[in-house]
């Protein structure tokens, strides 16, 4: 893998860091552990892993994409990058991402642009394009995301992976830097369900230095999985979210979309429709309740605790300081969220925005309730189209919106789904996603259903 990174990534740009002599070292001390008769610490130990830059690293460099931790080396592992270590998992290394996991593309990385492999002239989802391109171009087996509004699914969507968004809780945020904190979930990241099931495994579980964590057993992921190999779907109720179909979505995605449905119905499954009304206002909530967290959680960024100081030669004052550094270190869709979001939170509109959106998060967790009273789990596409060229909507941030409209409902609600490679679109050759949702805490349902579509 190693060498597959050192021919291609000239080209592709998904790592920010290579970490070679670490995952040698990683990967020879299972050898050795095999060798001297003793169990892998894990189903998965010496197979390799590209992680997202979002994840701190005691060996190296955690950027999140942005210049304000440019360089910064974190003093402790994240619960994730511990996990991993324990598991055998050997890290290849750091991979690109939109910064501080903002964006659909990558392109809003401070560093470099990461190309999809399937086309080098389109964006390979974001905002963790790097580990899915790492993964469809062969550079890592397994790779870590992290999902605050489908930066897991959306990317696998585009580079025919396997991307999952656990449920809010199962995988701990510790050491995870914060993009919206109620909204942020790590996600393994594989080219088949199976082997991300595996991974699913090693991360998810109770952590008690995240008081979010969820306390509670973790479903078994890699059974569901393995019992999906068999293709039956027999008793299982699948509904088709009404909403999110039709105007708006590419020919060939929806051709995709259909022959997906169907593939379930011959493998058994019952195949009704089910409307979720409020999803239609799911991208307003979360435009409003991502970037109030913003907001709050990028003012640790202040010039004094972490990375990136400019002006610092006694000239200025500490807040002309902090200004400076803000002004240089944060590119500008980070200060557009910080804007908006301290806006929204301002004295006088709180109530009018933010206040607004968390009632209609509600009701979005509400349709999910009463779908899954009649239903086992909900499908949709997990992008309205293939992945778009490079550039093409790096002016529109609406336009860059709206590619998550089909993975924004979940983050909000707090339950679980993932996206599964469905074949290749009609009208340009490039994939299409299947998004498979379940509700909180029936992550196993997606990897039964994920495995028996695969
Ligand atoms: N694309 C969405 C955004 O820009 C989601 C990002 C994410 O999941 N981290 O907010």
Not at 26 to 49: N, T
Not at 139 to 162: E, H, K, W
């Amino acid at each position: 893998h190693l060498d597959q990174i050192e021919r291609t990534d000239g080209d592709l740009g998904a790592f920010l860091h290579v970490t070679s002599t670490q995952a040698i070292a990683a990967a020879q001390a299972v050898d050795a552990a095999i060798a001297a008769g003793e169990k892998p610490a894990s189903s998965l130990a010496g197979v390799p892993l590209a992680l997202k830059d979002v994840f701190t690293t005691t060996d190296a460099p955690t950027t999140c994409g942005s210049k304000m931790l440019e360089g910064w080396v974190p003093p402790y592992d994240a619960t994730v990058t511990r996990r991993l270590r324990e598991a055998g998992i050997p890290i290849l290394g750091k991979t690109n991402m939109d910064e501080f996991a903002m964006g659909s593309s990558t392109e809003n990385s401070a560093y470099q642009l990461t190309r999809n492999p399937w086309d080098t002239d389109r964006i390979p989802g974001g905002s963790g394009g790097g580990s899915a391109a790492a993964l469809a171009s062969f550079q890592a087996p397994l790779a870590i995301g992290t999902d605050t509004g489908g930066s897991v699914r959306q990317p696998a969507a585009v580079t025919a992976t396997v991307g999952v968004k656990p449920t809010y809780g199962a995988v701990s945020r510790y050491g995870l830097v914060a993009c919206a904190s109620s909204l942020d979930q790590g996600g393994p990241c594989a080219r088949t369900v199976l082997d991300a099931a595996l991974l699913h495994e090693v991360i998810a579980g109770h952590d008690p230095r995240d008081s979010t964590s969820l306390n509670a057993p973790v479903p078994d992921v890699v059974a569901a999985a393995r019992r999906g190999v068999d293709q039956d779907l027999a008793g299982v109720r699948v509904g088709i979210v009404t909403e999110l179909q039709g105007d708006g979505y590419q020919p060939g995605v929806l051709a995709s979309f259909t022959a997906a449905v169907e593939v379930l119905r011959e493998r058994g499954a019952e195949i009704v429709e089910v409307s979720c009304p409020h999803f239609e206002y799911a991208l307003g909530a979360y435009y409003l309740i991502l970037p109030s967290e913003v907001s709050s959680n990028l003012a640790r960024f202040d010039a004094m605790r972490y990375g990136l100081r400019v002006g610092d030669d006694g000239s200025h004052s500490a807040d002309e300081v902090m200004a400076m550094t803000r002004a240089q270190g944060f590119g500008p869709e980070v200060k557009r969220r910080i804007m908006i979001g301290t806006y929204a939170l301002s004295s006088g509109y709180y109530e009018k925005y933010y206040g607004q959106a968390l009632k209609v998060r509600t009701l979005i967790a509400q349709d999910f309730t009463t779908a899954f009273e009649s239903v086992d789990v909900l499908v949709s596409p997990t992008t309205p189209t293939t992945a778009f060229e490079i550039g093409e909507k790096a002016d529109d941030p609406l336009a860059m919106y709206l590619f998550d409209l089909c993975t924004l409902p979940v983050n909000l609600a707090g339950n679980c789904a993932m996206s599964v490679p469905s074949g290749l679109s009609v009208d340009d050759g490039l994939p299409v996603g299947l998004q498979i949702m379940a509700p909180a805490q029936a992550d196993d349902r997606l990897y039964r259903v994920g495995a028996a579509y695969e």
